[in-house]
């Protein structure tokens, strides 16, 4: 009879045991702990890739300064150069003025006024003659 009671008991036991697990939504379960996990590792990701996103950015913008300070750099280079080109070519255009202005006033200072207004006449003279001769060879 024990043998029969402690079967009869195990039988209710396994029959209530089905019950209670049939009762409980084990779909519902699993949904939860799905959704529970999801949340849990899209926060992970999420701040993995925020902190990423800012350590780029921060990067990124330590590039750009960089780079400006290369081309400020780079810009004041080229205006030193060119204001030093414009500036010897300047001087050198100054200077070459100033070397035929005292070549000028030396040869002048050599000829007199009076040979000078001479001179000036025979080149008109001989410009008057050389005018007349073609036109009569023209005129022939």
């Keep these: 009879m024990k043998k029969k009671f402690v079967i009869l008991l195990s039988i209710i036991f396994l029959a209530s ?3 209670i697990y049939a009762n ?12 529970k996990a999801f949340k849990e590792k899209s926060e992970r990701v999420g ?11 921060s990067e990124n913008r ?12 780079a810009i004041a280079m080229q205006r030193d150069r060119a204001t030093g ?16 202005l005292n070549a000028t ?3 002048l200072s050599n000829e007199t006024l009076e040979e000078y207004v001479t001179n000036r006449n025979i080149e008109e ?7 007349s001769i073609l036109q009569e060879v023209l005129s022939e």
Excluded at 27 to 35: N, P, R, V
Excluded at 47 to 57: F, G, Q, V
Excluded at 62 to 73: A, D, K
Excluded at 85 to 100: C, N, P, R, S, V
């Design 85 to 100: 080109d414009t500036t010897t070519g300047i001087e050198d255009y100054k200077d070459a003025l100033i070397k035929d």
């Design 62 to 73: 330590m590039f750009v300064m960089e780079l400006n300070m290369v081309l400020e750099t």
């Design 47 to 57: 701040a993995e890739t925020a902190t990423a996103l800012i350590r780029m950015l």
């Design 24 to 35: 409980t939504n084990s779909a519902q379960m699993l949904s939860d702990w799905y959704e």
């Design 125 to 131: 003279e001989i410009q008057l003659e050389f005018e």
């Design 17 to 19: 045991a089905g019950t």
């Design 105 to 107: 006033r030396d040869e």
